[in-house]
Protein backbone atom coordinates (compact mmCIF):
# COMPACT_ATOMS: atom_id res chain seq x y z
CA UNK A 1 0.00 0.00 0.00
CA UNK A 2 1.22 3.54 -0.66
CA UNK A 3 -0.22 6.87 0.82
CA UNK A 4 1.40 10.34 0.97
CA UNK A 5 1.81 12.61 4.09
CA UNK A 6 2.28 16.07 3.41
CA UNK A 7 4.34 16.10 6.37
CA UNK A 8 7.32 13.94 7.12
CA UNK A 9 7.23 13.67 11.00
CA UNK A 10 3.26 12.84 10.64
CA UNK A 11 4.63 9.97 8.26
CA UNK A 12 6.83 8.64 10.75
CA UNK A 13 3.79 8.29 13.50
CA UNK A 14 1.82 6.25 11.05
CA UNK A 15 5.21 4.29 10.23
CA UNK A 16 5.66 3.68 13.41
CA UNK A 17 1.84 2.72 14.99
CA UNK A 18 1.90 0.23 11.70
CA UNK A 19 5.14 -1.50 13.16
CA UNK A 20 4.09 -1.11 16.22
CA UNK A 21 0.63 -2.88 15.92
CA UNK A 22 2.25 -5.45 14.06
CA UNK A 23 0.48 -4.86 10.82
CA UNK A 24 3.55 -4.25 8.83
CA UNK A 25 6.70 -5.77 8.84
CA UNK A 26 8.53 -2.21 7.96
CA UNK A 27 7.92 1.04 5.94
CA UNK A 28 9.78 2.71 3.57
CA UNK A 29 9.43 6.76 3.36
CA UNK A 30 10.31 8.76 0.21
CA UNK A 31 10.23 12.23 -0.38
CA UNK A 32 8.16 13.18 -3.40
CA UNK A 33 7.07 16.09 -5.16
CA UNK A 34 3.06 15.26 -7.06
CA UNK A 35 0.92 17.40 -8.92
CA UNK A 36 -2.43 16.54 -9.01
CA UNK A 37 -5.94 17.82 -9.82
CA UNK A 38 -8.31 18.06 -6.23
CA UNK A 39 -11.47 20.21 -6.22
CA UNK A 40 -11.22 21.67 -9.96
CA UNK A 41 -7.50 23.10 -9.46
CA UNK A 42 -4.44 21.88 -10.19
CA UNK A 43 -1.87 21.38 -7.16
CA UNK A 44 1.65 20.71 -6.47
CA UNK A 45 3.00 19.53 -3.15
CA UNK A 46 6.12 18.16 -1.13
CA UNK A 47 4.70 14.90 0.06
CA UNK A 48 6.30 11.68 2.00
CA UNK A 49 5.59 8.20 0.13
CA UNK A 50 5.24 5.35 2.54
CA UNK A 51 5.63 1.89 1.16
CA UNK A 52 4.29 -0.70 3.27
CA UNK A 53 5.26 -3.81 3.75
CA UNK A 54 2.73 -6.15 5.13
CA UNK A 55 0.34 -9.03 4.22
CA UNK A 56 -3.16 -9.27 2.17
CA UNK A 57 -4.85 -10.12 4.51
CA UNK A 58 -4.21 -7.15 6.33
CA UNK A 59 -5.26 -4.56 3.88
CA UNK A 60 -8.42 -3.68 5.58
CA UNK A 61 -7.30 -3.38 8.79
CA UNK A 62 -3.85 -1.30 7.32
CA UNK A 63 -6.19 0.79 5.23
CA UNK A 64 -8.47 1.62 8.69
CA UNK A 65 -5.59 2.52 10.62
CA UNK A 66 -4.43 5.14 8.08
CA UNK A 67 -7.60 6.91 7.30
CA UNK A 68 -8.29 6.91 11.37
CA UNK A 69 -4.58 8.92 11.16
CA UNK A 70 -4.46 10.62 8.00
CA UNK A 71 -5.18 14.30 7.75
CA UNK A 72 -6.22 14.15 3.90
CA UNK A 73 -10.09 13.67 3.38
CA UNK A 74 -9.18 11.37 0.18
CA UNK A 75 -5.50 9.49 1.54
CA UNK A 76 -3.93 7.39 -1.65
CA UNK A 77 -4.50 3.63 -0.56
CA UNK A 78 -3.91 0.96 -2.66
CA UNK A 79 -2.89 -2.53 -2.43
CA UNK A 80 0.08 -3.92 -4.78
CA UNK A 81 0.57 -7.63 -4.51
CA UNK A 82 3.59 -9.17 -4.25
CA UNK A 83 3.64 -11.84 -6.99
CA UNK A 84 7.21 -12.91 -6.52
CA UNK A 85 10.06 -12.59 -4.17
CA UNK A 86 13.00 -13.50 -1.75
CA UNK A 87 11.87 -16.59 0.60
CA UNK A 88 13.45 -15.15 3.45
CA UNK A 89 12.23 -11.54 2.58
CA UNK A 90 8.49 -13.09 2.75
CA UNK A 91 9.24 -14.89 5.45
CA UNK A 92 10.27 -11.65 7.38
CA UNK A 93 7.34 -10.46 6.53
CA UNK A 94 5.21 -12.90 8.01
CA UNK A 95 6.75 -13.07 11.00
CA UNK A 96 6.87 -9.29 11.79
CA UNK A 97 3.45 -9.29 11.61
CA UNK A 98 0.60 -10.88 13.54
Same mark, same amino acid.
Given at each position: ?7 REEANKLAKLLVEQRLAAGVQMFPM +???? %????? $?? &? ?9 ? !?? +???? %????? $?? &? ?9 ? !? ?19
Amino acid at each position: MITAYPDREEANKLAKLLVEQRLAAGVQMFPM +ESVY %RWRGK $IC &EAGEISLHIKS !RG +EFFD %RVAAV $IR &ENHPYEVPEIV !RIPIVDGLPAYLEWIGDCTE
